[in-house]
């Protein structure tokens, strides 16, 4: 299965273009961005458990990335709340389920080699540090070689001078609306810009984003 698997290329997902795929096991859904391979494969997406719903014991072969958006993630090591980001390196394993229901925005087999912190942050108790312009607030969440993640949140009004990604960027919106001159994404909207990807961005209302950048290089 190919899904957006031109990673040469720009791709903006917003939230009314995707549909919810049911997984292998009863009660779990996804909203697929993209993908290399088939079960097993090089994959983002939004992830839906309902409540009560779990999904069998795995072991990640190429690590697994994810934040909680809604509810509450659980597995056999403990229980993640709104705003919990977690990396599980490759080989672990574990037995997710939600018992209230929830939603995640997921990763998988995106680990470089070498690349084996097991991470577990509460973003929301965590400390902002200020960005690149005024308005522009920066949670650093992951670094390993050129590769960067964080939380990135944008006051009203607030604006980026232009800048390029070298060795691309994802940007996930998490809350408000991010824009630069291409568009605005809604919260929920996915974009992925490939190695060397241009843009200036903003936000006129403020918005809170995941950002992942350097991981794309060609």
């Known amino acids: 299965m190919l899904i957006n698997a031109d990673f040469s290329t720009r791709v903006v997902l917003r939230p009314d273009e995707l549909s919810w795929i049911p997984s292998p096991m009863s009660g779990v859904e996804r909203k697929m961005l993209d993908r290399v391979g088939d079960e097993v494969a090089r994959a983002t997406s939004v992830v839906r458990y309902a ?4 999904f069998s014991a795995h072991a990640h072969g190429g690590g697994e ?3 909680v958006l809604e509810g509450v993630f659980s597995d056999e090591h403990g229980d993640y709340p709104p705003g919990t980001y ?3 390196p490759v ?3 574990h037995t997710p389920h939600s018992d209230g229901g929830c939603t995640l925005f997921v990763k998988l087999h995106q680990f470089q080699e070498g690349d084996a912190v097991h991470k577990v942050i509460d973003t929301q108790a965590a400390h902002y540090q200020a960005g690149s312009a005024p308005g522009i607030w920066v949670l650093p969440l992951h670094e390993f070689g050129a590769e960067r993640v ?6 009203p009004g607030s604006s980026s001078p232009r800048h390029r990604h070298r060795g691309g960027v994802e940007v996930f919106v998490l809350e408000g609306v991010f824009q630069d001159e291409h568009g605005h994404y809604p919260s929920g909207s996915w974009i992925r810009g490939p190695d060397g990807w241009e843009h200036t961005p903003f936000s006129g209302t403020g918005c809170l984003c995941y950002l992942k950048s350097g991981h794309l290089a060609t």
Request: proline share 5%; net charge positive.
């Open 51 to 54: 409540p009560n719903s779990h």
């Open 65 to 67: 990335e994810f934040l």
């Open 86 to 88: 977690v990396r599980n």
């Open 91 to 93: 080989g672990s394993c």
């Open 150 to 155: 964080a939380l990135v949140r944008w006051a």
